[in-house]
């Protein structure tokens, strides 16, 4: 209490929109923003220290829905395919994004697919959303990694 709000810094693009989604202890924000590339569609985007980044897309749009206090994000990116909607992962701001369908093992991608991560804890415990792959019906997950230990400044 006592202290004032300050506002979050603007996009670097003229007229892009943007959405704060998180924030964590350090102060990082993550969310969506106007992609300053193309000045159209929406990318992830962290801001943290006074700057913006664009944490890019699989293809087409991707939203950064939670960050950890080990700077891990997590969210949604679109694939223009049939699935379109992908759940992904950041191991830290500026590094290249990640499928989580690619990360999870052989076994539990041939019956599962993830569809967007919404949750991330300090141990990189993942919430994501998907369905069924046999029975097309949607279900929550709970991504556990098998050495915690790894969920180290970034994965």
């Known amino acids: 209490m006592g202290q004032h709000p300050t506002a979050l810094p603007k996009f670097a693009v003229p007229k892009a929109g943007a959405e704060a989604l998180a924030v964590n202890d350090s102060g990082v924000v993550v969310g969506k923003a106007t992609s300053p590339t193309s000045g159209t569609g929406e990318h992830a985007a962290a801001w943290a220290n006074g700057v913006v980044t664009d ?32 759940a992904v ?26 569809q967007s991560a919404s949750a991330i804890n300090d141990n990189c415990t993942v919430v994501a ?21 790894q969920c180290v400044n970034g994965l």
């Open 129 to 149: 959303q998907g369905f069924v792959k046999q029975t097309k019906l949607s279900q929550a997950f709970l991504l556990i990694l098998n050495n915690p230990s």
């Open 89 to 114: 992962l950041w191991s830290r701001i500026g590094a290249p994004i990640q499928d989580l369908n690619n990360l999870i093992s052989a076994a539990a991608a041939s019956a599962v697919f993830l």
């Open 55 to 86: 944490l890019g897309t699989l293809k087409g749009t991707s939203v950064a829905y939670a960050v950890n206090n080990r700077g891990v994000i997590v969210g949604v990116s679109d694939t223009n395919s049939a699935s379109a909607n992908h």
